[in-house]
C-alpha cells in the first residue's frame, strides 16, 4: 500500500486533530495509507516527537503539505529533507502537495499509475 505522510502546524492550532483526522479520511478513501501525526502516543518530548516524524518521511512514498504548514517549524524541517531526498538518486521521488490544491488529482493519479 502507498504511504503518505502529511505534515502541517499542530502547536498553534487547537483544532489540529480534526484538521489532520479528516486528511486522514480523505486520503484513505483514495486507498492510500496515512501516516499522520495523529499516530504518536501522547506525552512524548518535542524531540521525541520531531523523531517520529523524520521517519516517517524517511517511510513514506509522499507527502501532503496541509496549507498551514509554514506556520510549522517541525513542518519546513520535514518538507526540507523530503527535498533533500528528491536530490537523492537512491530514493525514489518523492512529490509534496498542498491538500486541495489544483495538483491533488494529478498526485492521485501519479501514485495510482495513471497516465494523461
Not at 526540507?80 to 537512491?90: H, I, P, T
Amino acid at each position: 500500500m502507498i504511504k503518505i505522510y502529511t505534515i502541517g502546524a499542530i502547536s498553534c492550532d487547537p483544532d489540529w486533530k480534526e484538521k489532520f483526522q479528516s486528511v486522514k479520511e480523505k486520503w484513505e478513501s483514495h486507498g492510500f495509507k496515512i501516516l499522520s501525526p495523529l499516530d504518536h502516543p501522547a506525552g512524548l518530548t518535542y524531540d521525541e516527537y520531531m523523531q517520529r516524524s523524520m521517519q516517517y518521511v524517511f517511510e513514506c512514498d509522499g507527502m501532503i503539505q496541509l496549507p498551514d504548514w509554514r506556520d510549522s517549524p517541525g513542518a519546513v524541517a520535514e518538507t526540507g529533507l523530503c527535498q533533500a531526498l528528491n536530490s537523492s538518486v537512491e530514493c525514489r521521488q518523492r512529490p509534496y502537495i498542498e491538500d486541495g490544491s489544483e495538483y491533488e488529482q494529478a498526485f492521485i493519479d501519479h501514485f495510482m499509475g495513471v497516465t494523461a
